[in-house]
């Protein structure tokens, strides 16, 4: 399926909200994760969103937000036409205007996510508001999704020491006057590594903020950040609560570096030279009966086991979410 807009997102949330399941909004910074996410969510047929913030961005684009952008929003529009699901781009964190402006001339992203949420309620509100006329201005629909209380952690420049939860009448009124087509909240989860047992989750708080905003005529899906620490009973207590979008970023990352650990720790005989031969990588050890096993340290080895991994985690995301087999596309 090609590589959809906003037009198309919204109705993925509006079938989440009616179903009560959840659409596991995925981050990524290279082509290993991002081809492990498609394969994970087409095999359970669900709908991929998968996310990219500004850091992410300039990684992938050697230091150059734009380029980056471009450049992984190129490989998510070749890649995700081999499968039959609708994949969808959301711009996670999201600070700089200027950036923000590229984005929306461009069309690439299917919706952005506006974080004001360390600024005081009148600035967030303003700034929020601004980027919806930005996207109400452009050619093609793009969401816009923001953010109100704070979620405590590190999330690409977002650094927040203490969380601070959403009030549900500020919610209406935040809704109300930025115009937001999501709202992400802070119910107690945390960006960064973090145990949910550790955590002080008020998942009736998510059910009280959704009723709120439904009492006042605002059907707005709710999204849950910095849910890597969560259990699965957790996360899917959080399903019918009003929230259809769940952000996962640091799983991801540990499983990235983790599984590529685990292959070069079993064969790291293979890879580094045995005690008593030099470590002469500029001959490629010409001088010496031991060389490294090409096998195991040609990148696509590592790489095939980081997507087949993703793909499995991903995969088991689905199922938790609920959006296991609720892909409005056509098969």
């Known amino acids: ?38 394969e994970g969510a087409a095999r359970k047929d669900s709908d991929l969103l998968i996310q990219m913030s500004a850091g992410a961005c300039r990684f992938a684009g050697n230091g150059d ?5 471009r450049a992984m929003g190129n490989y998510i529009d070749v890649v995700a036409d081999q ?47 601004e980027v919806v006329q930005k996207t109400e201005a452009a050619d093609e629909e793009i969401l816009v999704e923001a953010e109100l209380g704070q979620i405590k952690g ?20 935040f809704v109300d006057r930025t115009g937001c087509d999501l709202l992400a909240i802070s119910v107690g989860t945390q960006h960064g590594v973090a145990k949910g047992k550790d955590l002080d989750l008020k998942p009736d708080l998510a059910s009280d903020i959704s009723q709120a905003l439904a009492d006042h005529g605002l059907d707005t899906p709710l999204v849950l950040h910095g849910s890597s ?9 959080f399903m019918g609560r009003g929230i259809a979008k769940v952000n ?11 599984t590529l650990a685990d292959l070069y720790t079993d064969h790291i005989d293979e890879i580094i030279p045995p005690e008593g031969v030099a470590d002469e990588r500029d001959t490629f050890y010409n001088g010496v009966d031991w060389s490294p096993n090409k096998d195991v340290f040609d990148p696509r080895v590592g790489g095939r086991n980081v997507r087949e991994r993703i793909a499995d985690v991903h995969a088991g995301l689905t199922e938790v979410s609920g959006s296991a087999g609720q892909s409005i596309f056509p098969q």
């Not at 590190?154 to 549900?168: G, H, K, L, M, S």
């Not at 996962?248 to 499983?255: A, F, G, I, N, S």
């Open 1 to 38: 399926m090609p590589f959809y807009g906003g037009a198309e997102l919204a109705t993925v949330y509006e079938n989440a909200q009616d179903e009560d399941y959840g659409l596991v909004a995925s981050n990524v910074a290279e082509p290993q994760i991002m081809a492990g996410l498609m």
């Open 65 to 69: 937000a734009e380029d980056g952008l």
């Open 83 to 129: 499968y039959d699901i609708g994949v969808f781009l959301n711009m996670d964190h999201q600070t700089d205007m200027d950036f923000i402006d590229m984005q929306v001339e461009t069309a690439i992203p299917s919706s952005i996510m506006i974080d004001a949420s360390h600024e005081d309620f009148e600035e967030n509100v303003a700034r929020s508001k």
């Open 154 to 173: 590190v999330e690409d420049e977002i650094v927040a020491e203490e969380a601070f939860y959403t009030d549900p009448g500020q919610a209406v009124e």
């Open 229 to 237: 620490g969560l259990q699965s009973d957790q996360l899917s207590d």
């Open 248 to 258: 996962k970023d640091t799983r991801y990352q540990y499983e990235f570096t983790r």
